[in-house]
């Protein structure tokens, strides 16, 4: 059976930064409480023309570079988000074809905040029955396109960006150890975005009373936070056989800085030991892992060989945890020159379109 070990990995955010200073102007916050109750000092906001797909995209090059993966070797692409581009078609989709990974099936996996892990422990599953032989996986959001910057409650914790995973097939024992993935809709009340779905579709009233916003219970998904990620950890510890001393990093879901520093002390592991970034991003969703992760390896804060644990939860509710050791790029003979593969992929596609259309000319009634 083949392993499915983390080959390559990057990251994508915006430029524009929104300090708790700037919030305080716009609704009735102050820095010292942000930072006392959640650790964030700021966050990074999307442009006009920034998307889920386009960060998506970026992180993904980068991560394909690091791997020196080809995008057209790639069989599958999960993206996990929480704030896809459309219903349909999905994000996976437009980021498959702006990197122009031609072979691979991809599609969009909903878990909130969870979603990264769901995604990853997919991916390794399919390579390790053999199916497949590399996967990307992605979290991407642009959160600050369904924030109601009127709502203290939620618009000082979310912000933007991305973070992406290669994944690869092979025989050297590693990669994805263990993962477990939970869920329990009875919460799922806690943490909503309502409206713009099949039961409240976009209306007047959806807009007016701002359905199109995300609704949160911020104690009661505290209490839930705390409580799985330490019984989530625990899991994955117990089921890779890994002793939690053996465990180089926690790479946790960056929501509340409290909600972790609660998770190292139920499982009595000191604060050095858990990779924090969400002071300068806030809470990112998907994104919040891999991008913390990026992070944590370009600080050298991961080997090959290390022991780590992926630890997340989100709504629906959902939550889970992946058991890992860290890899890093198996030997290729060509890196491939991903920007190159960025512009081919881009004329390929223009291709792939005029083609669609010529048929189309030419053949109006084929369908008769
Ligand atoms: O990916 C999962 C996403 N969600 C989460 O992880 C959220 C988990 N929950 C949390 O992180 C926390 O519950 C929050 C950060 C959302 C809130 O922190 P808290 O310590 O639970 O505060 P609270 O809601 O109990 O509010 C305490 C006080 C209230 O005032 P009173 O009633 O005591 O006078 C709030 O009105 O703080 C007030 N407050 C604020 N004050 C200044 C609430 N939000 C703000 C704010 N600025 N932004």
Known sequence: MPYAHITGWGMAVPEKVLTNQDLSKVVDTNDEWIRDRTGIRERRIAREGQY??????????????????????????????????HIFPATACLIQ????????????????????IFGVNMAAQAIRSGSIQS????GTETLSRFVNWKDRNTCILFGDGSGAFVLQASDEPGGVLSAVMHSDGSGGDLLTLP????????S????????????MDGKEVYRFATKVMVQATREVLDQSGLKIEDLKLVIPH?????????????LKLPMEKFMINLDRYGNTSTASIPIATVEAAEQGRLE????????????????????VTWTG???????????REKMAARFRSFIRRSIRRVEGFLNPKELD
């Open 204 to 215: 007047d009233f959806t807009v007016h009373t701002g359905m199109h916003y995300i609704a």
């Open 195 to 202: 409206a713009g779905g099949a039961r409240h579709p976009a």
């Open 254 to 266: 960056q929501a509340n800085l409290r909600i972790i520093e609660t998770a190292a002390r139920g």
């Open 135 to 138: 996967a990307l996986v992605i």
């Open 97 to 116: 074809d702006a990197i122009g990974a031609d072979k691979a099936g991809a599609f969009d996996l909903l878990a909130a905040c969870s979603g990264f």
């Open 52 to 85: 889920p797909s386009t960060l998506g995209a970026d992180a993904s090059l980068k991560a394909l570079d690091v791997a020196g993966l080809s995008p057209r070797q790639l069989d599958l692409i999960i993206c996990a988000t929480s704030t896809p581009e």
């Open 329 to 339: 790029p198996l030997s290729v003979e060509h890196k491939p020159n991903i920007q």
């Open 304 to 323: 090959p060989g290390d022991k780590i644990v992926f630890v997340g939860f989100g709504a629906g509710l959902t939550w889970g945890a992946a058991a």
